[in-house]
T-cell receptor
Framework: NAGVTQTPKFQVLKTGQSMTLQCAQD?????MYWYRQDPGMGLRLIYY???????DKGEVPNGYNVSRLNKREFSLRLESAAPSQTSVYFC???????????FGDGTRLSIL | QQQVKQSPQSLIVQKGGIPIINCAYE??????FPWYQQFPGKGPALLIA?????SEKKEGRFTISFNKSAKQFSLHIMDSQPGDSATYFC??????????????FGKGTKLSVIP
């Protein structure tokens, strides 16, 4: 019963380092999403992929890139990490638009 | 910017009480309104969702009330239990057209249910 699996669960980076967060789903959902969660800010959408082969910007895309590797996998890359990117990152999936989104348990990322 | 305003930020109730969490939105294109429950160290989990064709939806002890004219919706938890202590998020999106993949979240309400 894996659902949405995120790796790693924790990571500490130094400013300027690069990092790729991985997300894999076994729910056969078409759409995948990356959010960040900061205290008092709720969840904010970084990027999403409506279907395999497509990606679009969300509310806070600056400093990030994404790759929809196949239907199962959607990765988030920080090319040059900054302290402002310290956050908890969540991957989510849904069957399609306007449908329930299912979340992984997050990656806790600290940038020093 | 599309917003969903959630209140209160935090809420403390006695076991058996009925906490109520309120959300208000501005975008009239929103027509899908889910609520998520999040425990510490875990991702948000879908609790219950409503669309504007109904004014109320109940699932177990959780009820959503929806007021389309006021652009407000709320979550009620009947007979609250200590195990309900969590952070609750409301959200909204259109279910078609532009932006329909983008859930806009409220900032969350931390609920504590005291035994």
């Amino acid at each position: 019963n894996a659902g949405v699996t995120q790796t790693p669960k924790f990571q500490v980076l130094k400013t300027g380092q690069s990092m790729t967060l991985q997300c894999a789903q076994d729910m056969n959902h078409n759409s995948m999403y990356w959010y960040r969660q900061d205290p008092g800010m709720g969840l904010r959408l970084i990027y999403y992929s409506a279907s395999e082969g497509t990606t679009d910007k969300g509310e806070v895309p600056n400093g990030y890139n994404v790759s929809r590797l196949n239907k199962r996998e959607f990765s988030l890359r920080l090319e040059s990490a900054a302290p402002s990117q310290t956050s908890v990152y969540f991957c989510a999936t849904s069957p399609g638009r306007g449908q329930p989104q299912h979340f992984g348990d997050g990656t806790r990322l600290s940038i020093l | 910017q599309q917003q969903v305003k959630q209140s209160p930020q935090s809420l403390i109730v006695q076991k058996g009480g009925i906490p109520i969490i309120n959300c208000a939105y501005e975008n009239t294109a929103f027509d899908y309104f889910p609520w998520y429950q999040q425990f510490p160290g875990k991702g948000p989990a879908l609790l219950i969702a409503i669309r504007p064709d109904v004014s109320e939806k109940k699932e177990g002890r959780f009820t959503i009330s929806f007021n389309k004219s006021a652009k407000q919706f709320s979550l009620h938890i009947m007979d609250s239990q200590p195990g309900d202590s969590a952070t609750y998020f409301c959200a909204a999106s259109p279910d078609s057209g532009a932006g329909s993949y983008q859930l806009t979240f409220g900032k969350g309400t931390k609920l504590s249910v005291i035994p």
